[in-house]
T-cell receptor, first 118, second 113 residues
Framework: SAVISQKPSRDICQRGTSLTIQCQVD?????MFWYRQQPGQSLTLIAT?????????ESGFVIDKFPISRPNLTFSTLTVSNMSPEDSSIYLC???????????????FGPGTRLTVL | DQQVKQNSPSLSVQEGRISILNCDYT??????FLWYKKYPAEGPTFLIS?????DKNEDGRFTVFLNKSAKHLSLHIVPSQPGDSAVYFC????????????FGTGTRLKVLA
């Protein structure tokens, strides 16, 4: 398993501003993921962040709105830019930890960042 | 298009009885399925998984059943305990090797003491 921390745990922001969320892992991992959980909805993958390469964004998410950094194997940031009330969500980072099998691995999640945009 | 569906948003069960949480999927390319448990103010915690080559996987009080022909999986918790009260998400992963998980909308389980 992996221990994952996120900062901040929650924030209330004004429309038009930006917030950077940090994700720290206690071990080196190749693949990190950023998810969003809107109220009453499922977890939706925003992007996959591998160290040393550009993040890969899912349909409906763009780099200008959600820039991601992955400077090393234990850390990543997600920025929510030019925020609107529709961005109010829980943002979660996760990492994939191999159990030694080539195909079947589990993702472990951080505690999440609860963002409210006014 | 919701590829992974949990049609029951909530479920209440008496302590000691069996909890059965259901999940349906539409994409036949999914070959790995997981269940996560989420407490308020915490991230989802991995619970149990099953690959498409199996129809059952058991871990203590938790058993996951997979019916590929019906594209249906279920999580059985027996006996249920008040500490099991949480939101349960099922997730599915396709065979494309991208390691992307598609999550359901969750079922809130309440175990009554």
């Amino acid at each position: 398993s992996a221990v994952i921390s996120q900062k901040p745990s929650r924030d209330i922001c004004q429309r038009g501003t930006s917030l950077t969320i940090q994700c720290q892992v206690d071990s080196q991992v190749t693949m990190m993921f950023w998810y969003r959980q809107q109220p009453g909805q499922s977890l939706t993958l925003i992007a996959t962040a591998n160290q040393g390469s550009e993040a890969t964004y899912e349909s409906g998410f763009v780099i200008d709105k959600f820039p991601i950094s992955r400077p090393n194997l234990t850390f990543s940031t997600l920025t929510v830019s030019n925020m609107s009330p529709e961005d109010s969500s829980i943002y979660l980072c996760s990492v994939e930890v191999s159990r030694g099998q080539t195909r079947y691995n589990e993702q472990f999640f951080g505690p999440g960042t609860r963002l409210t945009v006014l | 298009d919701q590829q992974v569906k949990q049609n029951s948003p909530s479920l209440s069960v008496q302590e000691g009885r069996i909890s059965i949480l259901n999940c349906d999927y539409t994409n036949s390319m999914f070959d790995y399925f997981l269940w996560y448990k989420k407490y308020p103010a915490e991230g989802p915690t991995f619970l149990i998984s099953i690959s498409s080559i199996k129809d059952k996987n058991e871990d203590g009080r938790f058993t996951v059943f997979l019916n590929k022909s019906a594209k249906h999986l279920s999580l059985h918790i027996v006996p249920s305990q008040p500490g099991d009260s949480a939101v349960y998400f099922c997730a599915a992963s396709p065979t494309s090797g991208t390691y992307k998980y598609i999550f359901g909308t969750g079922t809130r389980l309440k175990v009554l003491a």
